[in-house]
C-alpha cells in the first residue's frame, strides 16, 4: 500500500488554491512551527521564498496530485503505473469541509472509472 496527497477540485485552479493549505501545514512543519490547518492563500509561491524553499518541487509534495478530474484521472493513473502498488491510500487535506468532501467525491468517480476500466 502506498500513500498519496491528493487534492481534486472542479477546476486545477480551485485544486492548487485548495491544496494551498497541506502545503502551508509542511513548510510550517518544515520551519518548526507546526499548527492547526490554515485556510487557502493566493501567496504560496511568496511564503515558499521567504522560508527559502518549495516544497512541491523537492520535497514530499511534489508527487501530489493537485487538480480537476481529468488531471486527477491522469495523475492517479501515472502513479499507478509507476509503482504498482496493491493499494493506494490518499489523503485530501482541505480546509473547507464541503471542499474536501468533493474531493474525495471527484476520487471516488475517478477510481471507478480506472476500476472498471483495468477490467475491461
Known sequence: MLGL????????????????????????????????????????????????????????????????PATVRAGLQAFVDAHRPDEVIVTSQVFDFEKRARSFEILAEVGAELGSEASA
Open 5 to 68: 496527497n491528493l487534492v481534486a477540485a472542479e477546476t486545477d485552479a480551485e485544486a492548487r488554491r485548495l491544496f494551498t493549505s497541506t502545503e502551508q501545514q509542511f513548510l510550517a512543519l518544515r520551519t518548526g512551527r507546526p499548527g492547526r490547518m490554515p485556510p487557502p492563500v493566493d501567496d504560496m509561491a511568496e511564503r515558499y521564498a521567504a522560508a527559502g524553499m518549495d516544497l512541491t518541487r523537492d520535497g514530499p509534495l511534489s508527487r501530489a496530485v493537485v487538480g480537476a
